[in-house]
């Protein structure tokens, strides 16, 4: 079966998704939706670097809306725009279409995201009768499914960590790196990331699935700033200038406490420079995320990422295209609803050897 499909926005991860849906045998893209008024007209293929696919770019909502589709791919951010982007994707529901989409990362695991965010989106799935799955790679398939999988071989567990240890220098969004996770500012700064509440709110959600995997209470989520490092000179990544002094390594945790221990974490050690930190956990390879499950037995598991020209961060931005993409299918056919990891039957490249 073909499953028909509108990609919603042509940014970062975007344009990735449109080269899946486009690439994909069991995909059909049917309509492009992009916020910038240049790209309108366009072919979409123009936007992934492939041939022209027939396919048009439009502004306008309402025509993509009325056509014929089964799923809308939806990654506009939405991070900084919540409330548009729960009024987008509870419209894009009424025109009956299912949803797939990156921008409310809560949402990786409905019951523990915020009612006001969750309950619009659940009252339009039934109402529609349709399902909506949000995920991606962090929130998502690198500390959900992959940690629950592993847990599913243990005998017993003591503990679960889940480590994105990567170099964000490559990854080219300036608001991403300076305004939301703080690069560039001084060691003092509070950016957006760090205000008390926005961690447990972005990941607290992947913490929480891991939990309701393993069966377990948590006694509450905990946010931890370990350490910040400063740039030790002045030097420059693809989306600007990182001055001498200014932050430029980050390491954080996002901790489920269980019985007063922190028994769930996941862990970030970010750096925009390879050489920044040594004493923080290396990297797996160029880059990427690392399991850990302490316990009987203990359980190591590392996935590595490289992508378009090797690029660590493509990969990642890959990965989180392809795993909603993947899961269309197994979306469409579920009971309408807000779906997480648990939800869903395994999802395989089913198709994708060719």
């Given at each position: 079966m073909t499953y028909r499909v509108i990609q919603w926005s042509t940014g970062n991860v975007g344009r990735y998704a449109l080269r899946g849906i486009i690439n994909h045998p069991e995909l059909e893209l049917v309509g492009v939706w992009a916020h910038s008024k240049e790209k309108a007209g366009l072919d979409a293929g123009e936007l992934c670097g492939l041939p022209p696919t027939g396919v048009k770019v439009s502004n306008d909502a309402d025509e993509l809306l009325a056509l014929d589709a089964?799923?809308?791919?939806?990654?506009?951010t939405g991070d900084l725009r919540p409330v548009e982007a729960i009024d987008d994707i509870v419209r894009i529901m009424g025109s009956g279409k299912n949803v797939v989409g990156t921008a409310l990362v809560p949402l990786v695991y409905p019951p523990s995201a915020p009612a006001e965010m969750r309950q619009p989106l659940e009252e339009a799935c039934l109402k529609n009768n349709v399902s909506c799955f949000m995920?991606?790679?962090?929130?998502?398939?690198a500390n959900d499914l992959l940690p629950l999988v592993l847990t599913g071989l243990a005998e017993r567990i003591?503990?679960?960590?889940?480590?994105?240890i990567l170099n964000y220098a490559t990854y080219d969004q300036a608001e991403v790196l300076f305004h939301t996770m703080g690069f560039a500012h001084p060691l003092d700064h509070t950016p957006v990331l760090l205000i008390p509440g926005v961690l447990a709110l972005a990941w607290g959600c992947v913490v929480n699935v891991i939990a309701a995997g393993l069966g377990v209470e948590l006694d509450e989520v905990r946010e931890q700033v370990v350490e910040k490092i400063p740039a030790p000179e002045t030097f420059e990544v693809p989306s600007g200038t990182v001055e001498k002094g200014t932050m430029a390594a980050i390491r954080f945790e996002i901790q489920g406490i269980v019985g007063g221990?922190?028994?769930?974490?996941?862990?970030?050690?970010?750096?925009?420079?390879?050489?920044?930190?040594?004493?923080w956990p290396a990297p797996p390879g160029k880059g990427g995320y690392r399991v850990l499950v302490e316990g009987s037995p203990k359980l190591t598991v590392t996935l590595e990422l490289e992508g378009d020209g090797g690029d660590e961060n493509s990969g990642g931005l890959i990965v989180t295209a392809m795993r909603l993409l993947n899961a269309i299918p197994a979306v469409?056919?579920?009971?309408?609803g807000l779906l997480s990891a648990l939800d869903l039957p395994l999802v395989t490249g089913r198709g994708l050897m060719r």
């Open positions: 089964d799923v809308v791919s939806y990654n506009s995920s991606g790679i962090d929130p998502g398939v003591d503990s679960v960590r889940v480590q994105e221990e922190p028994r769930i974490v996941v862990e970030h050690v970010t750096r925009l420079r390879e050489d920044l930190a040594p004493h469409v056919q579920a009971p309408p």
